[in-house]
């Protein structure tokens, strides 16, 4: 069996703003901080899913752009695939999560992060440093 793939979007605001929001579920995992996204559908392109859950969690619309590192564990049997992603429309809302914040390079990790999620930040940070 090949891994679930699960998509997250790192929207970058201004070039150093970067938008982390709260988990509401389930239990093990709420209150936990992530980026936004989920699981890819059947035939579905990565592009395609990041674009619905945003639109699905956040009400915006997104543009997709450079993968984040390569693919990041998650549990047995699924891995995350990130993108750097920026806001086309919208200002995000929290239709699925506890809450939504805006984090500055000051801020990159004031959130309780998942665990997959810390990694993922760091190289997000440099990311967003080297430009
Ligand atoms: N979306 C997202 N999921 C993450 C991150 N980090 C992390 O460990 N996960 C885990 C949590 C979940 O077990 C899984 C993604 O599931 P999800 O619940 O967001 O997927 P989904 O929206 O398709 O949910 P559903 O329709 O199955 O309810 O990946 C992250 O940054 N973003």
């Not at 959130?111 to 993922?120: E, F, I, Q, T």
Request: net charge negative.
């Amino acid at each position: 069996m090949s891994a679930v793939v699960v998509v997250a979007a790192v929207i970058v605001a201004s070039g150093e703003r970067v938008l982390a929001a709260q988990r509401a579920d389930p239990p093990a995992l709420a209150g936990g901080w992530e980026f936004p996204g989920g699981k890819v559908d059947p035939g579905e392109s990565e592009e395609a899913a990041l674009v619905r859950e945003c639109v699905e969690e956040l009400g915006v619309q997104i543009a997709v752009g450079e993968r984040v590192g390569d693919d990041w564990p998650l549990a047995e049997g699924y891995l995350m695939r990130v993108y750097l992603c920026s806001l086309v429309s919208g200002t995000p809302q929290a239709r699925e999560h506890l809450a939504l914040r805006w984090l500055g390079p000051g801020e990159y990790y004031s959130v309780d992060w998942l665990g997959a999620d810390l990694p993922v930040m760091k190289t997000v940070e440099n990311l967003l440093l080297r430009d």
